[in-house]
Structure formats: C-alpha cells, structure tokens
C-alpha cells in the first residue's frame, strides 16, 4: 500500500491518507499474526494446507478492499470486497465506472492487487497444488521434486519465480512505453498483462487507445504469462529445450493458433474487405486475452455474430498452462482426458493389448485420471450452480451464464449489453455480486480448496 499512497502523495490527491491508515491496520494485524505464531519449526499437514490456502486468499481479498472502501469514490462494502476479489484472483470484473478520472493510487492498487495475485497462484500451484494432489495437479509433483533437489526450500522456488516474474513484468512495461504509453499506464498495464488479469486504468480498456503496436505488446505477453513459469526457471538453469518441447505448450499455442484462422477465415468469409493486417490483430488480440482469462477488450464481440461469441464462450474456460498466472480448466487436463480416451479406444479394439496413457512422454499416475474427471464434474456443477443463482438475482440467461463462466473461470467480462466488453458489473445486485466472489474464490483455487472444507470429516480431530 506504500507505492499508491507515493502515487497519490505526487499527484496531490487526498486519498493518499487513506492508504496510510489502511497500511497501518493491515500491518498492524499482520505484525499480530507473525509474533503470536513464531516458532522454531513449522509443519504443515494436508489440513493446514487447505485451511491455510483458502483462508489466505480470502483475508487478503478482505484487507485488500479497505483502500477501495475508503477511498473518494465512496464505493459500499460489497462493492469494495468484489472489486478486492476480482483483483486479487486475477479476474478483472470491475464495478467502478469513471475509471478515466478515478483517484491514480487507486487505478495502481487495483493492478498491484492483480500483480500479487498473479505470482501468488504461480507459487501456490508449484508449491503446494501438487502436494494436495487438486484436480490432477499431483501430475506436477515430480517437477516440484525436481525443482527442490535444486533448491531445497519452497522460499527458495518462490524467489527464482519471483524474479522471472518481475523480470517479465518489467519488460513488459519497456516494450508498452515504446509502444507509446505513459509511464503510469505501462506501469499499470503491465502488472495486469504478466497476471493475466485484465485491470485498465481506462473503462473503455483498449478501445481507448486503439493502437496495433500495444495489441501486440500485449499479446505477446498475455501468452507469455499463461506459459508454465517452471519451465522459464528451468530455461535459465540451461534447459531451454524444455520450454518448446513441453507438451502443454504445444497444445496451448496450437489451440491458440487454430482460433484465431478460424475466427479471420470467418471474418474473411462475412466481408472480405474487411479482412486487413490491422483486423487481423484485433482477432488475435480478443482471442488470445479470452483463453488466457486477462479479459481485456479491444473491441465489442458481441457483434461480431453469433459463432464468434459462441467460440469465445467456450474458449474462456479453457485457460492456460498448468504453473501460469492464466486460469480455467487449463490445458494439462484436457490433455489428460484425451489421452486417456485415447487409450479406451485402443483397448476396445484390441482387448488383451497392454496400453498406457502418457503425458509429456511418461505414463500419467494411476491416481490422476480420477482426479482431473472429478474436476471436470465439479467445475461443471459449480458453473450450474452458479448460473442459477446469478438467473435467480433477475439476470437474463445470458448475463447469468456468462457471468457464471466469466468467475469461475477468473475471466472478467462476459457477454451481452452488460457484462459485454463495453459493461462492467456496477447494474448486479449485491447478492450477485457475493454470488460473482464465492464462484472467483472457488475458481481461483481450483474448486477441491475450498469444497473440501464442507465435509464434516474435515473438522474431526
């Protein structure tokens, strides 16, 4: 919170008071958590792994909205948690309209809000995912082994990362200034970029300075931040192979590539006149910032006709590499089902044959199948549920279904007059906007976090 309050300090603006008080009640608590849990050695078992995860997202996303809540815009509690929440999972669903003339420490906070969130599921996926053994991510835990052999403690893991991290973040905003932004908006941008999170410091994103040389900046990378940032590590440790042989990528880029043509073929075939260089990178620009979930627009697909937004619809659930700041299902997983399908197939046609699913070249866990299938299911469930209660509040199937899959998946805009890339979420009701930050939370963390916690034998000794 110290960088927004210099921010407004330069800028002359009052709210840089807020800030500090907000800074000295969170260090204030923080500094009450460290002292009264000192200790010598610290042992983490599942449980506290769970417990730990979940509760640290969601009391960060609480000490995160005090800025917003005090600040000038006068902005009600829910509306302040569901901004800290979108901002923190990396979502990008905003409430706050008038973002031009916003308060500039608070435009910062929000991208520092994603920039945090970013690195944050970047380690936590490395680290701890594995170990918990969510959603197939057990698949992952001879990498954190390996990685450890290297550098024995998580600290250690999470500072590499975090250089890379910040090592990207700042490139990124070079390459924005270049382009032509401000200082302030290629700082801003560049957070949100690297952690595919969308924040603009514009309501209008970037259909506010349409401009091809930004679109690229930020397609570049938007993918750059939803490719496994274990494999960047394993990069400068002299493994560069690793990076473009990685299966995951492959699938990745490939599926990013293919929606593109098919979308600038669609395009083509609508008006060929249309088809310019310029029409091109729009296409990959919109494409690229859904299936990465950054949610940043650059124009209104919505009219774009119905197989475009029927594509994108789908395509924002998918996400991006397993070890990214990017979101959704993620791509590790539908590998895995179509690998195991795969070997069905085979098996029914030939019954007594010995054949193995593979991943990356390796025979994936017996354990992992189950676990990604349970994942599918509850993904799928969650996305129900949580579009039926969003119809309940009084939204239109569209607003509720898109919005559903926009927080599940920690997208940001959905589709309709809305929730589309020209909306925002200001018109929810607060029980939608509670509703939008328990599917973020659920999203965020890969759904098996926070559910497991519902079973009564969780709670037992």
């Not at 520092?112 to 970013?118: D, H, V």
């Not at 002299?238 to 990076?243: M, P, R, S």
């Not at 020209?422 to 509703?435: I, L, M, P, R």
């Amino acid at each position: 919170m110290f960088i927004p309050l210099l921010v407004d300090l330069y800028n002359h603006h009052p709210d840089w008071k807020v800030f500090m008080v907000c800074m000295v009640t969170t260090f204030f608590f923080g500094g009450l958590l460290a002292l009264t849990n000192q200790t010598e050695t610290l042992t983490i078992r599942l449980r506290e792994g769970f417990l730990l995860t979940t509760l640290s997202w969601t009391m960060l996303s609480l000490f995160g909205a005090l800025p917003i809540w005090f600040s000038e815009l006068e902005l009600s509690l829910t509306d302040s948690i569901f901004e800290s929440v979108s901002g923190i999972t990396t979502t990008g669903a905003t409430i706050i309209a008038g973002l031009d003339e916003a308060p500039p420490g608070l435009l910062i906070w929000r991208s520092i809000l994603q920039w945090l969130g970013g690195i944050g599921i970047i380690v936590m996926a490395l680290s701890l995912l594995p170990f918990l053994g969510i959603g197939g991510m057990q698949l992952f835990r001879a990498e954190s082994s390996e990685n450890e052999k290297a550098m024995p403690r998580a600290t250690a893991l999470a500072t590499y990362i975090f250089y890379i991290y910040g090592g990207l973040t700042f490139l990124c905003m070079v390459c924005y200034i270049m382009a032509g932004f401000s200082l302030f908006d290629a700082v801003a941008h560049a957070m949100t970029t690297i952690a595919t999170g969308g924040y603009s410091t514009y309501d209008a994103s970037f259909m506010n300075h349409p401009d091809v040389a930004k679109e690229l900046v930020a397609i570049i990378f938007m993918i750059l931040g939803a490719l496994p940032f274990v494999l960047y590590l394993k990069a400068l440790q002299g493994n560069i192979t690793k990076l473009y042989r990685d299966t995951q990528v492959r699938w990745f880029l490939s599926i990013l590539g293919s929606v593109i043509l098919l979308l600038s073929i669609w395009v083509y075939s609508q008006n060929s006149q249309d088809m310019t260089g310029d029409r091109l990178v729009h296409i990959a620009f919109s494409v690229t910032s859904m299936i990465t979930g950054t949610g940043y627009a650059n124009a209104d697909y919505n009219l774009w006709g119905p197989f475009p937004v029927a594509l994108l619809f789908f395509l924002m659930v998918v996400g991006g590499c397993a070890g990214s700041t990017s979101c959704g299902i993620k791509i590790f997983r539908f590998q895995v089902i179509y690998a195991v399908s795969k070997s069905q197939i085979k098996k029914l046609l030939s019954p007594n044959g010995v054949i193995t699913s593979l991943y990356n070249g390796k025979p994936i866990p017996a354990d992992v199948p189950l676990s990604v299938m349970s994942f599918f299911f509850l993904f799928a469930l969650t996305f129900t549920v949580l579009a039926i209660l969003l119809s309940m509040t009084g939204l239109d199937y569209l607003t509720a279904m898109s919005g559903a899959a926009s927080a599940i998946a920690n997208v940001g805009p959905g589709f309709g007059p809305i929730i589309g890339p020209t909306g925002n979420y200001t018109s929810f009701t607060d029980t939608a906007k509670w509703v939008m930050c328990l599917g973020m939370i659920l999203g965020r963390l890969e759904i098996f976090t926070v559910m497991v916690m519902l079973l009564p034998r969780f709670w037992k000794p």
